[in-house]
């Protein structure tokens, strides 16, 4: 007969398993309960006949855990699926009175809650956060008059004009149907087949291409609602309207090799950094501006403003801005909140209305569609991080998950019967009674669609040279990754639609020699003006706030050096993080055990914007046979950073055979590091890898 362990009764309110003693959990006051409520006495062992006998089917307090946790998963988002959000608020500086009757936009200095999330597009949800991607970039505003979603991404344009398209376009770009790779990459043939087979991505392709894709932190990226809007005031006049988001923080990005190896280093890299930057109180903030035009003024563009592949330079509409938004808050829970968070284009306020942009006709209505699949019931729009905070009352009723329970015996209108029921009112959202011009009905493409390579060539020309290298050398990387010929050749033949010396580099770095035919519509592309705020370099304020510096420890690291460079550091508004060999910390010269933040190989030099190398003589011989060490050092100099050297780093720099230049910087200079620190050392990057 099998021995019998004396296995705890259900009704035993310990912890334990065959009689042994267990370290038990920390006692706490609250009751686990089952969702009904019932206060739960065991939750370590299931109910079973006997002791080693089966489990009964009457263990309901199994059966719900297990019931509930099987159904934890809800489909993911189509394209956005990985992405973090946090709270905040939008304040309004600068009245658009004149033009809304948008509370939200009239109103100065009334704090309306946000909800925003950023988002990559192709990923799933379990996908790397530094993937070459758009991303998105959708704020919710709880205004007093209902929620305003702003949906944008942080590029100004799209790939494609029309809605019809969208499905085509996300098919392609995700995972190759009979494979299953490659996961959140845009370097694979069927994304490229049908991008050179689309020109109207051209101008799209250009950002895609640039540093743009590769943001240093969601935090230094800028905004886009895209689409033209329309602002209607209250005399029911109409001003199309772009909104655009800025950094206070300025735009920064990755490198392409330092994205790659952030991808294996830290997966969750950009949720990590937006955690710990609000965590810490040092809360994102971005300027709300905004470009005002006519009817008649967009008439006179060279392009045309319902085009969403085309973006209206600031040159030609300049910016203003009308007010800031901070982020201050991360949720309690992400599923709840940033994974239920459901935004729609079609959530708008009085005094804000659309434009007949084909693309975003389509948006209004695919997004409350997905939200039904995504969310499963009619009612996602109870969930707290949807609700509108204002009240909100109308006769729709019942359906899957109801949360509310009215009251009364009236569900409809007209109604006699509930005078003080909800009914319309003249203060409520008005469609703008757009005059339409005289034409046919059918499938057509407007003829002032029809340019797809001006503002691409605009675009490409307003970058500094490092960027124009990084955005060609991109190009060299995602058609090498595509394996038909034919399709790297027709995007060829694009791009000299766009530039020929870009073309002739990339087909340089292709190894191709014919160059392809030039698409016959890119003749017709008008040479527009460069626009410098379009490119990177120089929109990020020489300073350090927001930015992370490591500087790499160990024993005998002589504390002075130490305080002096973290001291300034930290004046300059940065934070600073310790790496050492071992978690445990380093002994400084001063006998001191300096606890460290990341132990060297689980925190390379990836994770900083500039770092320092502070080491006593025989630490420095130890780690030059360290290969996380010479990876610390050479990846900081590789991705242009600033180094900041004690005699032991540059022998450690020795080591790793790097040539001193003017980002490595004596370690007891620390004013000389803050400014050195704050940009990258674009001048090194040509002697370090071939950029076509
Ligand atoms: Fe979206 N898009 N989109 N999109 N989009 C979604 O809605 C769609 C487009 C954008 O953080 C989906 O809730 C169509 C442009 C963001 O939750 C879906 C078209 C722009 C987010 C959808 C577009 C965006 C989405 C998937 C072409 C920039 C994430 C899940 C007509 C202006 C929001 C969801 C979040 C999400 C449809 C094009 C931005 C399927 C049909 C252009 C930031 O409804």
Redesign the pocket.
Known sequence: MPRQTARKSVSAPSTGNGGETHQTAMPSATPLTTNQGLPVSDNQNSLTATPRGPVLLEDFVLREKITHFDHERIPE?????R?T?AHGFFELTRSLKKHTSARVLTEKNVRTPVFA???T?AGGAGSVDTPRD?R???VKFYTSEGNWDL???NIPV?F?Q??M???D??HAVKMEPDRGFPQAASAHDTFWDFISLMPESMHMIMWAMSDRTLPRSLRMMEG????SYRLVNDEGASTFVKFHWRPKLGLQSHVWDEAVKIAGADPDYHRRDLWEAIQGGDFPEWELAVQLFTEEEAAAFPFDHLD?TKLIPEETVPLTVIGRMVLDRMPDNFFAETEQ?????ANVVPGIDFSND??????L???L???LS?LGSPNFHQLPVNAPKCPFHNNQRDGHMQMHIPKGRVNYEPNSLAPEGPRETPEGFRSHAERLDDGVKGRVRPESFADHYSQAAMFFHSLEAPEQAHLAAALVFELSKVETPAIRERTLGHLRGIDEDLAQRVANGLGIEKMPAKPETASAAKKQPASPPLRLIGKSPPMLAGRCIGLLIADGTDAAVLKTLRDAIEKAGAKVKLIAPKISGAKLSNDRLQPVDGQLAGTPSVFFDAVGVLLATDAANELAHEAAAIDFVRDAFGHLKTIAVDAGGEHLLHAAGIQPDEGIIAAAKATAFIPAASTRHWSREPGLRTLP
Do not use: E, M, W
Request: charged residues 15%; proline residues 8%.
């Open positions: 988002r189509i394209v956005h699926a992405g959000g999330r950023f988002s597009v758009v998105g970039f959708a949906v944008g991404n799209f494609i029309d809605a398209k969208f499905p376009l996300v886009f609602g895209v689409h969403p968070v459901a935004f729609c284009p084909p693309l975003l006709q389509g948006r209505f695919s997004y569609d997905t939200q995504r």
